[in-house]
């Protein structure tokens, strides 16, 4: 059992900055992705970035060149660094962990408010 707390979140204005991170539980083995979901009111909930254990990335076109996803395997995290933040982004971001079997956990999620 993976349990992930993510932090973070809070207000930014239309063009700033924030750095989410996901805490894990345990050892984040080279099996594991991590990927970032948010969700917006009244929309389905999407992925915005993942990584592989690897360190292979992939991102939604809506947030390329503007949000980074890293993680840190000695520390047990995994970041989501926002630059540029456009109303748009404004969410519910959630922290997801894949096993390589398809076992996934979530974090209960951190909320983005991004003011014009």
């Known amino acids: 059992q993976v349990q992930l707390a993510e932090s973070g979140g809070g207000l930014a204005q239309s063009g700033g900055s924030l750095r989410l991170s996901c805490a894990a539980s345990?050892?984040?083995?080279?099996?594991?992705?991590m990927r970032w979901y948010r969700q917006a009111p009244g929309k389905q909930r999407e992925m915005v970035a993942a990584?592989?254990?690897?360190?292979?990335?992939d991102y939604a076109d809506s947030v390329k060149g503007r949000f980074t996803i890293s993680r840190d395997n000695t520390q047990n995290t995994a970041y989501l660094q926002m630059n540029n933040l456009k109303p748009e982004d404004t969410a519910v971001y959630y922290c997801?962990?894949?096993?390589?079997?398809?076992?996934?956990?979530w974090g209960e999620g951190t909320r983005v408010n991004v003011s014009s």
């Open positions: 345990m050892s984040l083995l080279r099996i594991y992705t």
């Open positions: 990584i592989t254990g690897g360190g292979g990335t």
């Open positions: 997801n962990c894949l096993r390589v079997d398809g076992v996934e956990w």
